[in-house]
């Protein structure tokens, strides 16, 4: 598909009411159930704040996809989230942010997108044997954004990355604490110990599940970085800075959509967050996804 030359400006687009810009929701996306470990702390920092949650997870996982793929999934389930009125958009997937960020930014000048990145910055700034570890899919690896921020926050610190080829599935099927998610978080992880790795970056958002698996394999002497705790100050930030932030009132809602089985996405739910999830299908055709 390329790079689009299309540009959308919330003209075209029926975007958030002006006048009640406020109240209207923050969008969350993820090829799958990585990006609710960033919704969470998204409510905990923002509790007043409408929240709707996309897992493309009927093209799960991106990971091993092209440039062009993500983009154009990006590129689609950012017009499906501005349909539903969507103030700001938060790419919580680092692999769609490696891949189409720019993209999305291009193409939807109007709109404030928050992406993510593995924490590298954060991680080279606290080793104290200046050696890191990075879990995150061969897509972020292979991305510019992944390379610029190593040229820029890594020098003089050895990096050792590994893709932990298998584990989002597993994690999409629910298996957070399996013998067989250990034997493999342990295979990606257990040679960057026996290089002296202090810190430990989580590149994928679908990682944080298996943190209390891989605290138990990497010990209490390895610090572990999620980035989503930033990822939700910067959300209220840019908020604040666009005069965009909900009023303090009452709790409010997340509204979530899959791309796959609802059931599936409501049982992850339940499993893994502290309140559940109501469910809707969203479906892709052509290109663009409606609702069922
Ligand atoms: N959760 C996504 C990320 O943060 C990737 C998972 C996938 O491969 O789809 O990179």
């Known amino acids: 598909m390329g790079q689009s030359k299309k540009v959308h400006s919330s003209a075209a687009l029926q975007l958030c009411n002006?006048?009640?810009?406020?109240?209207?929701?923050?969008?969350?996306?993820?090829?799958?159930?990585?990006?609710?470990?960033?919704?969470?702390?998204?409510?905990?920092?923002?509790?007043?704040?409408?929240?709707?949650?996309?897992?493309?997870?009927?093209?799960?996982p991106y990971g091993s996809r092209s440039l062009a793929e993500i983009q154009a999934f990006s590129e689609g389930i950012t017009h499906f989230l501005l349909q539903l009125n969507a103030k700001l958009v938060v790419v919580?997937?680092?692999?769609?942010?490696?891949?189409?960020?720019?993209?999305?930014?291009q193409t939807f000048p109007d709109v404030p997108f928050v992406?993510?990145?593995?924490?590298?910055?954060?991680?080279?700034?606290?080793?104290?044997?200046?050696?890191?570890?990075?879990?995150?899919?061969?897509?972020?690896?292979?991305?510019?954004?992944?390379?610029?921020?190593?040229?820029?926050?890594?020098?003089?610190?050895?990096v050792f990355?590994?893709?932990c080829q298998g584990l989002v599935a597993l994690i999409e099927n629910g298996q957070t604490k399996?013998?067989?998610?250990?034997?493999?978080?342990r295979a990606c992880v257990e040679p960057m110990l026996a290089k002296g790795v202090d810190t430990l970056v989580l590149g994928c958002t679908h990682y944080p599940f298996v943190r209390p698996l891989l605290t138990k394999i990497v010990g209490p002497d390895v610090t572990i970085i999620d980035p989503a705790p930033a990822v939700a100050r910067q959300i209220k930030r840019v908020l604040q800075q666009r005069g965009l932030s909900a009023p303090a009132g009452k709790m409010r809602v997340v509204r979530a959509?899959?791309?796959?089985?609802?059931?599936?996405?409501?049982?992850?739910?339940?499993?893994?967050?502290?309140?559940?999830?109501?469910?809707?299908?969203?479906?892709?055709?052509?290109?663009?996804?409606?609702?069922?």
């Open 115 to 158: 992406g993510m990145e593995p924490a590298v910055k954060p991680a080279a700034a606290q080793t104290k044997r200046g050696k890191v570890g990075v879990l995150a899919t061969a897509g972020t690896f292979q991305s510019q954004r992944y390379e610029a921020l190593m040229a820029r926050f890594a020098q003089g610190v050895l």
């Open 161 to 163: 990355e590994d893709s």
């Open 178 to 185: 399996s013998a067989e998610t250990e034997r493999l978080l």
């Open 92 to 105: 919580a997937c680092n692999t769609a942010s490696g891949a189409a960020l720019t993209h999305l930014r």
């Open 257 to 292: 959509f899959t791309t796959g089985e609802a059931g599936r996405l409501a049982g992850f739910a339940r499993q893994m967050l502290t309140s559940p999830l109501a469910v809707e299908t969203a479906v892709w055709q052509n290109d663009k996804l409606y609702t069922r």
């Open 18 to 60: 002006p006048a009640a810009v406020n109240l209207c929701p923050i969008a969350v996306f993820d090829s799958g159930v990585g990006g609710l470990s960033v919704l969470r702390h998204i409510r905990a920092e923002l509790p007043h704040e409408q929240l709707i949650y996309l897992a493309d997870q009927a093209n799960v």
